[in-house]
């Protein structure tokens, strides 16, 4: 009976093993490896030699050469003749765990500046009416926003605001300032929490030449409707992130 019972384990065990060897594991190893470039896993920014790749994780080094492809397509890495492999775009961490404006979230790594393209009252839209529980055609205030981390273009702001808290905006520094923190300091309220749904879209025309980023390249797209401590929707926001240069993050815990 043991001796079957090994037998009926090994079968299931070896045929997963079969079909792992299948699996794309250049893919495999391409994620284990864009995590230790966007952890800051190689000092100085140099990867190690493909034979070295090749014996710490245990792949072929055809397979360590198809990973570092897929790298270079996403622009992380180069090869450069007597270096080797090199670190050349540094993604930031956007956390997703805290209600913050881009400047609180990224002061660590640069200055943040906004270039302000548009700022005025727009008719909303019926379903930002909607969202932002205002009457139909009622006005809001509209801004779009280039905004840069150290110079860098960095992400693409559509942002409406009720215009009887709008309003108050356009006299404020929207080129240095997060809209959050204005939006508490004209308020007198906190802000209390948001709605958030991300998801990869491609980059139209406009966006593109705007972000810098090639036309049609995946762009991350959040798309945010934040509240007032008191529970009223304030800020439905629109951004479109260049995906080349930010990385999102958060700290979940399950919940039964």
Do not use: W
């Amino acid at each position: 009976m043991p001796a079957e019972r090994t037998r009926e384990h090994t079968v299931p065990v070896a045929a997963a093993r079969r079909r792992r060897l299948r699996a794309d594991r250049a893919r495999q190893l391409a994620d284990l490896l864009r995590h230790q470039v966007l952890a800051g896993g190689y000092p100085g920014g140099v990867l190690p030699l493909e034979d070295v790749l090749a014996a710490e994780y245990g792949a072929g080094r055809n397979t360590v050469r198809q990973a570092l492809d897929l790298l270079r397509g996403e622009r992380l890495v180069e090869r450069r003749p007597g270096v080797g492999t090199v670190v050349v775009c540094e993604k930031y961490p956007h956390g997703l765990d805290r209600l913050q404006g881009l400047a609180e979230t990224l002061h660590e790594h640069g200055r943040v500046t906004n270039e302000v393209r548009t700022a005025g009252p727009v008719r909303a839209p019926a379903p930002v009416a909607g969202r932002l529980g205002l009457p139909e055609h009622a006005e809001v205030l509209y801004i779009e926003r280039l905004r840069r981390l150290n110079g860098l273009p960095l992400s693409l702001d559509l942002t409406y605001v009720p215009l009887d808290i709008g309003a108050g905006l356009l006299g404020c520094d929207l080129e240095n300032t997060d809209v959050f923190r204005l939006l508490e300091s004209l308020t007198g309220q906190t802000l209390g929490h948001a709605e958030i749904t991300l998801e990869a879209v491609n980059a139209d025309a406009h966006s593109a030449a705007v972000l810098q980023a090639p036309r049609g390249a995946a762009v991350l797209m959040l798309e945010r409707l934040t509240h007032l401590s008191d529970g009223r929707p304030v800020d439905l926001e629109f951004i479109r992130f260049r995906g080349d240069r930010i990385t999102m993050s958060g700290l979940l815990h399950r919940s039964l």
